[in-house]
Antibody
Framework: EVQLVESGGRLVQPGRSLRLSCAAS????????LHWVRQVPGKGLEWVSR????????DYADSVKGRFTVSRDNAKKSLYLQMNSLRLEDTALYYC??????????????WGQGTTVTVSS | EIVLTQSPGTLSLSPGERATLSCRAS???????LAWYQQKLGQAPRLLIY???SRATGIPDRFSGSGSGTDFTLTISRLEPEDFALYYC?????????FGPGTKVDIK
């Protein structure tokens, strides 16, 4: 079964750091780009970041650029999101999603169930 | 940044009716880089359409996508009870890969 499982979300104070992980199974991990997408409960979807199959091509939303870093470990079939200088507005459910292609330009066809990040003092 | 606008915000229809959802972009999007997702309450989004008109694996043929340039449409030919949900369009032509605000299809 193709699956993505996120972890690492928790309550954290503003200005602190957090690292999210996403473990993949059931597909050839190194052949696909991956994304992070977040959603404030009751609100719409916000794309956060993309990383290509080989980590050579990476993009971020303007709202997280300079604070968040995406990475992947193909040997461990895992995706990561290092989140620094967290703000109240980063509070959301964070999804990892698999792209249909190598570079991240073909649509997100597999999604995890998400991990919740709450930024609050 | 490419801004996507979806209309209507809410579409109230009965099972068996046809649903037409619109997605308009602030600048031209290559048809290869427009997707539609369905999201039900408490669930992750599901890819329905990619490349503006290609159905994702396992998606019934009552779902179809069309359009080009700045205007795209998702059509559900005959609504089934499980189709009442939120629908988002997304462009992945240019970073940041923006989503529209969504259209809710609810039961009339």
């Amino acid at each position: 079964e193709v699956q993505l499982v996120e972890s690492g979300g928790r309550l954290v104070q503003p200005g602190r750091s957090l690292r999210l992980s996403c473990a993949a199974s059931g597909f050839t991990f190194e052949n696909f780009a991956l994304h992070w997408v977040r959603q404030v409960p009751g609100k719409g979807l916000e794309w956060v970041s993309r990383i290509s199959w080989d980590s050579s091509d990476i993009d971020y939303a303007d709202s997280v650029k300079g604070r968040f870093t995406v990475s992947r470990d193909n040997a461990k079939k895992s995706l990561y999101l290092q989140m620094n200088s967290l703000r109240l507005e980063d509070t959301a459910l964070y999804y990892c999603a698999k792209d249909k292609g190598f570079w991240g330009f073909e649509g997100m066809d597999v999604w995890g169930q998400g991990t919740t990040v709450t930024v609050s003092s | 940044e490419i801004v996507l606008t979806q209309s209507p915000g809410t579409l109230s229809l009965s099972p068996g009716e046809r649903a037409t959802l619109s997605c308009r972009a602030s600048q031209a999007v290559s048809t290869s880089y427009l997707a539609w997702y369905q999201q039900k309450l408490g669930q992750a989004p599901r890819l329905l359409i990619y490349g503006a008109s290609s159905r994702a694996t396992g998606i019934p043929d009552r779902f179809s996508g069309s359009g080009s340039g700045t205007d795209f449409t998702l059509t559900i030919s005959r609504l089934e009870p499980e189709d009442f949900a939120l629908y988002y369009c997304q462009q992945y032509n240019k970073s940041p890969f923006t989503f529209g605000p969504g259209t809710k299809v609810d039961i009339k």
